[in-house]
């Protein structure tokens, strides 16, 4: 089946560091993946719908400049935590899907601290 | 807006038993709905897809079942095992003609399932 493969699986980072997180569809092309933040008991927030070749769609309420994502192909698409504060910390995860009407495919998500 | 609940937020059961998972949503203009599986610390693991034309879908001893009408979804789990235990998501996907936009995916909290041997 279907791939997402998100790296880092964990990160830990200084407070005022950038960090990057990399997804990739392995074994299929992926034109628009998303972005997901996650607390501890909480359900999946969306964070941005990045769209290869063109700027990705930040939901209401998320800074685009703290969280920049870069949709370079088909298969990758990056989120980078700019200047991270310890309020960054939480677990990321994202997805990508093929065809509008197929499931869509998570990758096992990072876990960012910032200390 | 679309809000997604889900009923039970926590269930344990002794191994063996058959159970039911409630997922409700608020808008039935729905493309299609999404049960997934989450470990602890792990990401999602898609288990079943219905689209909105569809009542059910089964898969093993998962059965999901979809009334867009009265806004309502059941993830059915027979014969639980110790390793079912883990979290339930349901999300549904709104309606878009474009990809991306219909491609958005609104979960509910999730019903966190233990099933003690």
């Known amino acids: 089946g279907a791939v997402v493969s998100q790296h880092p699986s964990r990160v830990i980072c200084k407070s005022g560091t950038s960090v990057k997180i990399e997804c990739r569809s392995l074994?299929?092309?992926?034109?628009?993946m998303f972005w997901y933040r996650q607390f501890p008991k909480q359900s999946l927030m969306l964070m941005a719908t990045?769209?290869?070749?063109?700027?990705?769609?930040?939901e209401q309420g998320v800074e685009k400049d703290k969280f920049l994502i870069n949709h370079a192909s088909l298969t990758l698409s990056t989120l980078t935590v700019t200047s991270a504060h310890p309020e960054d910390s939480s677990f990321y995860i994202c997805?990508?899907?093929?065809?509008?009407?197929?499931?869509?495919?998570f990758g096992n998500g990072t876990r960012l601290t910032v200390t | 807006k679309q809000e997604v609940t889900q009923i039970p937020a926590a269930l344990s059961v002794p191994e063996g038993e058959n159970l039911v998972l409630n997922c409700s949503f608020t808008?039935?203009?729905?493309?299609?709905l999404q049960w997934f599986r989450q470990d602890p610390g792990k990401g999602l693991t898609s288990l079943l897809l219905?689209?909105?034309?569809?009542r059910e879908q089964t898969s093993g001893r998962l059965n999901a079942s979809l009334d867009k009408s009265s806004g309502r979804s059941t993830l059915y789990i027979a014969a639980s095992q110790p390793g079912d235990s883990a979290t339930y998501l349901c999300?549904?996907?709104?309606?878009?003609?474009?990809?991306?936009?219909?491609?958005?995916?609104?979960f509910g909290q999730g019903t966190e399932l233990s099933v003690k041997p």
């Open positions: 219905i689209q909105s034309s569809q």
């Open positions: 990045s769209n290869e070749g063109s700027k990705a769609t930040y």
């Open positions: 997805s990508a899907g093929q065809l509008y009407n197929s499931p869509l495919h």
């Open positions: 074994d299929f092309q992926a034109t628009t």
């Open positions: 999300a549904v996907r709104r309606n878009g003609m474009i990809y991306n936009q219909g491609g958005k995916l609104i």
């Open positions: 808008d039935s203009a729905i493309y299609n």
